[in-house]
């Protein structure tokens, strides 16, 4: 049997047949009924599918869901008790008998997080989760797809009601999203959309990020800036930065010249930082910064590639920011001192967060929520920007 072998979804027919038990005792009161793993196994359909159908039970208030032990066949006398109003037989300050549910828990997959990006954004969400009463699950993928369908499995054994993911870089993803988008699971995508795919998502408006950088860079002076950021391979929040690097060359009316762009660093994504990689980055800029002179600023799509570009320009023996500026997204706050503060498009990683959790509950409650959600990030210079030098000639 599989979930396509008639016209009615298989969660109905698992919900009719295991509610047909229950109405004819076949599962006593206190009973305890088949987990989703065990449904899932026994109708060969996915967890999402079975968690479906004991979703519905539960709100028929045929069973009752308990934290850590499973679900059980409800007694509507104590099981779904509604809390009494306060009057003398209840007091205010006396504890009500409450419906018993089962704690929520949301399951997080991110690539990874430092102090440049992702701390604020796990922040936030654990903020939201603790406003909201539940509970947040974290795995890290570090850039790795198959570690991301894994986490995604493992998760989902683990009976998460909702999951927040911030996919892997990659130029396709993976079949475990997929399937969640078809089963409807509650699940929101975080720092960038899947083309093709109806799930909600959280970023940044990073193309309007990346034109006001690149013009806060035009307004100094300088109209050679060359572009730095790793392989675009379909990953949306990099092609809409240059998106926005193209479309401020374009509203100035200056020529975008891609011969001054670099794009296939990758020594700063997940699964390739090694010092081989790094140093064979840094190289790269140095030859590049060599070979195009004109060059008055970089823009890095990151941090970290922002530091191998200090790095590339310090090695030439050039001044940050009086022969090169550079501005990039993101920085480590420096106000505890110790930290070099680069010129850069600061991201809203908290708010991104609490709306992530909070759209992954409103999901759960069947209610629409935006399918893209995005934020401003904000221009906050620093110590790596300054005018354009003056061009050889120039008085």
């Known amino acids: 049997m599989n979930e396509t072998t008639s016209s009615k979804p298989m969660y109905e027919k698992i919900f009719d047949e295991v509610k047909q038990r229950i109405v004819t005792e076949t599962y006593k009161l206190g009973e305890r009924v088949p987990s989703e793993k065990e449904l899932a196994e026994a109708y060969h359909v996915s967890r999402i599918t079975s968690k479906k159908a004991l979703e519905m039970l539960a709100a028929e208030r045929l069973i009752v869901r308990k934290p850590g ?27 009500p008998k409450t419906i018993h549910h089962e704690e929520i828990t949301i399951g997080l997959i991110i690539t990874d997080f430092g102090n440049s990006y992702g701390t604020g954004l796990i922040y936030g969400m654990e903020q939201s989760s603790r406003d909201n009463d539940c509970f947040l699950v974290l795995r890290r993928t570090f850039g790795i797809a198959e570690n991301e369908e894994q986490s995604i499995q493992k998760l989902l054994n683990l009976g998460v009601d909702g999951l927040i993911i911030f996919p892997a870089q990659g130029e396709y993803f993976n079949a475990e999203i997929l399937k969640l988008v078809i089963g409807r699971f509650p699940l929101v995508l975080v720092d960038r959309h899947l083309k093709g795919v109806a799930a909600a998502s959280v970023s940044s408006d990073n193309m309007t990020a990346a034109l006001k950088g690149t013009e806060y860079l035009f307004d100094l002076g300088h109209a050679h800036i060359s572009f730095l950021s790793p392989p675009p391979v379909d990953t949306t929040a990099v092609e809409d930065r240059i998106e926005g690097f193209i479309q401020a060359h374009a509203k100035r ?3 975008v010249d ?40 970089l823009f890095a799509i990151e941090y970290n590639i922002a530091l191998l570009a200090k790095t590339a320009v310090e090695r030439l023996g050039l001044r940050i920011p009086e022969d090169i500026s550079i501005i990039c997204f993101d920085s480590p706050p420096t106000h505890l001192g110790g930290g070099y503060s680069f010129t ?13 959790v909070e759209n992954v509950l409103s999901i759960m409650k069947g209610q629409a929520v935006p399918h893209k959600v995005t934020l401003e990030a904000r221009l906050v210079p620093g110590e790596s920007t300054g005018p354009a030098k003056p061009a050889p000639g120039d008085v």
Request: aromatic share 4%; hydrophobic share 35%; net charge negative.
């Open 69 to 95: 032990r499973g679900s059980f066949v409800a007694d509507p006398e104590t099981d779904y008790m509604e809390p009494e109003p306060e009057s003398a037989a209840n007091p205010a300050g006396t504890v």
């Open 253 to 255: 009316g200056i020529a």
């Open 258 to 297: 891609q011969e001054l762009w670099v794009s296939d660093l990758t020594s700063t994504l997940p699964n390739s930082f090694n010092d081989k990689n790094i140093e064979r980055d840094i190289s790269r800029l140095v030859a590049h910064l060599k070979n195009n002179p004109a060059i008055t600023a």
């Open 344 to 356: 850069h498009m600061r991201q809203n990683e908290e708010e991104m967060g609490r709306i992530a």
